[in-house]
C-alpha cells in the first residue's frame, strides 16, 4: 500500500532518475562504438608493408593532412609514383593502373569517421607535433587497418587535458581551454 502510494506521487520523477543513472552507467560502461571496425577496401592494402616494412611516411600519401581538416585519402596517381614501376605484375597494381589510365578513382572506404556535430583538424594537431600513431595506433604493424580502441570523446578530452596549452587571442586577455565543448563541438 505504502509503495503504490509512493509510486503514484513520484512515479514518473522516479521513472526520470531510473533512465538518468541507468543511461549513464550504460554508456560508461560500454566500449567505443566501432572499435576494432575494418572495412574491405577496392584493394588489399598493407600499412604493415607500405608505412612498416618501407617505412613510407604517412604524409606522402595522405598529402592534405598539414594543410587541412581531413588527412585525405590518396588518388590513384600517388599509388602510380611507386608502382609505375614497382611490383607492376600484380594483379592488385594492375588494377591501380587501369583505375588510374581510365581516370576513374578508386572508391576507398573510410575507417574513422566522425559525427557531424564533432569538428576536428589533422592540420592543428600535426602541427603541435603529435605521431599520426597517437590516434590511429599502430598503423605501420597493420595489414588492414582498423578502428583504434580507445577512439571515444572521453579519450579525446582526456587528451585535451593533458595537453591544455593556454593560448591568448589576439587584442584581449582572454585563453582557449581546449576542454571547452565548441573547441570539438558545433
Not at 604517412?58 to 611507386?82: L, R, W, Y
Not at 611490383?87 to 575507417?111: C, E, T
Not at 587535458?161 to 582557449?176: A, F, I, L, Y
Amino acid at each position: 500500500m505504502v509503495i503504490q502510494r509512493i509510486l503514484k506521487k513520484h512515479g514518473i520523477k522516479l521513472l526520470f532518475l531510473f533512465l538518468i543513472f541507468g543511461g549513464g552507467a550504460y554508456l560508461l560502461g560500454t566500449d567505443a562504438k566501432y572499435v576494432g571496425y575494418s572495412p574491405d577496401q577496392p584493394i588489399p592494402f598493407s600499412h604493415k608493408i607500405h608505412a612498416g616494412e618501407l617505412q613510407i611516411d604517412c604524409q606522402f600519401c595522405h598529402a592534405n593532412v598539414e594543410k587541412s581538416a581531413q588527412a585525405g585519402i590518396p588518388d590513384t596517381a600517388t599509388c602510380m609514383k611507386c608502382h609505375e614501376s614497382v611490383a607492376s605484375d600484380s594483379p592488385n597494381i594492375q588494377f591501380i593502373r587501369q583505375s588510374y589510365s581510365q581516370g576513374i578513382p578508386l572508391r576507398w572506404r573510410k575507417v574513422y569517421d566522425l559525427p557531424d556535430h564533432a569538428r576536428f583538424t589533422h592540420k592543428v594537431h600535426i602541427a603541435r607535433g603529435f605521431e599520426c600513431s597517437r590516434c590511429h595506433g599502430e598503423v605501420q604493424n597493420m595489414d588492414k587497418v582498423e578502428l583504434h580502441p580507445d577512439f571515444t570523446m572521453g579519450w579525446c578530452v582526456n587528451c585535451h587535458r593533458e595537453n591544455t596549452m593556454q593560448t591568448e587571442k589576439p587584442g584581449n586577455n582572454n585563453s582557449v581551454h581546449l576542454t571547452e565543448c565548441g573547441t570539438c563541438h558545433y
